[in-house]
């Protein structure tokens, strides 16, 4: 991997980082394909779209198809005929969010799967060993999640058990290789929950690993702006500003535009896909709820100009009248110009950090919103 | 709308339809998209995939988005943004098989909606009216339905309804006008069940009102291979020859190939999008149930050379492990590949017919299958 800054504005930055699998020009949004689908979208479609990587995940992937399976097959990329970035998420949230039954203890974690009931346990040494045959180009080690609130004993527990198991999963990364014709990266957690003491230990101590990027994680869980903002300030302040910086699951146009403005490089979040299916759309001057009755009748497009699949065929009352009547067509049309929403969102930040005007466009763009 | 046959070759023929939204090639399939959408499906990806024409229907978009929207959008084909031809069934059909309660009487069929529960009455007055303000190239009349197996009294007193409703069809037809830019055809239906004195009776009355072109209806219901194909045949010999005919709900790709070397021009059927949706899949060597554990890691294509978005870009492994994870891709690529399917076929039927040696390449194809 090759990591390079372009350009910057403030604490905003527009960077290239450059794979096997092709570059990513950041900020970047990336498209959650939960179980290997970015759910509606071919791959073709999602390119056409302006996706340069998407995001899948370990815990999903290794429940089904099987690593065994994804191995046989010759890796993620070529099981799902992507051929650009990957980032793979650990699924130590989809443990907490999603399996039957979960024990955290020292070795890992242990839980039964959702789908079929069986027991499993997850050790960091064993989430590396599923991240190589998963083999994405950037691959996410196990780590305990708290939610929010939580008592300051139990967040910093957990962030010195993400330290211990982040030892043993670079100790395991660094003594294995990957599967496949490209370079791995793992990129260690930021975690600490909403104390700025516990967020600069973590954030300083990984910053010591000189790991080839960096993820702030636990935020986006219910916590108010201020304190996201605050994580976010001083994860990015002690950690090396040579490297990629990503916020897990943020978010919403105006907290990704916000994070940008603090120095944050990469994003992933369900929300303009899950938004998509749920008739809920963004355009620049905010959202838009299509199961609405005032649709019905509305000729315009979704957003005037966006040159989605939705948008360049549909208007809104034909989009409305398939949510309403429940067609498949309306989730993945929605999905569609919500991503594109994003995308553009993305690349006209790069636009305006790159003019050096980014503060003042973003006061514009979320204020109109 | 303009007829012509192109060739013929046994009793199969080619030929070509031609109305304001473009041209029809015959034997053509037309995708069902009931609600104003062939699910899951793009007009785009439609379009690109050889559909000449859809077909939709008015007991659903009457229902919803309901006749008053339509025709202040400035009727389906603009509500929809398809351009190319379509054909709307009348909804007696759906008034059978999706209503609440409803009860025939001679002046027509009362009913409660599947959504709401609200009453109507379907008169053949009424949907005419209706199938005006959809707009379509193509609409049927009002007809009574009868299962399978049926008394011949039954079956009788129901094509002579059918019969009565048909005049007050055309009277109503003949007294109005299109609401749009386009000609709309009125195709008469011959029922009868499986008598072949009522199917006679019928067609040859049918064949008195020199209507445009013909449909034969109430097949595919149970019936056996010998019946619907004597049905078809009675219907066709006493049915103009220089017209198109259109067999109803027919189905399967064996059936469709049986049905034009008995001189059908068009079809419809929900079998490849539905199927489709429920993982089987079409191919020259027969269906595929792509849950089937065998497929797991089958890298293969669903069908060598398929220009399909599926086929193009998928692997076996990868549509198994899609449907086994409720993905909703799967459904997509899945009615996808099997509308190509069908689509080349009717090429390949077409091409065939010129040639003249269709009836052999029909045995050919059965019995690969």
Partial sequence: ????????????????????????????????????????????????????????????????????????????????????PILIDSGGYQVLSLAARRKVEE?????????DGSYHLFTPEKVIEIQR???ADFIMPLDELVGYPVEKNMADDAAQRTWRWLERSFEAFNSSTSLYDNEQVLIPIVQGSFYNDLRQ???????????????????????????????IDISVKYLPENKPRYAMGIGLPQDLLDSIGRGIDLFDCVVPTRNGRNATLFT??????????????????????????????????????????KEILALKLGSAHNLSYYFRLMEDARMHIEHGDFANWMSEIISAS
Avoid at 29 to 49: C, H, Q, R
Avoid at 107 to 115: A, D, L, W
């Fill in 133 to 135: 045959s998963i083999g």
């Fill in 284 to 325: 620049p001057e905010g959202r838009l709820n299509l199961r609405n009755a005032k649709f019905a009748s509305d000729e315009n497009p979704i957003e005037d100009g966006c040159p989605c699949p939705c948008c360049t065929q549909y208007s809104r009352a034909y989009l409305h009248h398939l949510y309403k009547s």
């Fill in 107 to 115: 070795e890992g974690v242990r839980f039964q799967s959702h789908i």
């Fill in 201 to 231: 230990r973590e954030a300083e101590r990984l910053a010591s690993l000189e790991a080839e990027a960096y993820a702030i994680g636990g935020l986006a869980i219910g916590e108010a702006v201020d304190q996201r903002q605050e994580a």
């Fill in 1 to 84: 991997m090759k990591f390079e800054i372009k350009s910057k504005d403030g604490a905003a930055r527009t960077c290239i980082i450059s794979t096997v699998h092709g570059e990513i020009k950041t900020p970047a949004f990336m498209p959650v394909g939960t179980a290997g689908s970015v759910k509606t979208l071919e791959n073709k479609e999602l390119d056409a779209l302006g996706a340069d990587i998407i995001l899948s995940n370990a815990y999903h992937l290794y429940l089904r198809p099987g690593t065994e399976t994804l191995q046989q097959l010759g890796g993620l990329h070529k099981f799902m005929g992507w051929n650009k």
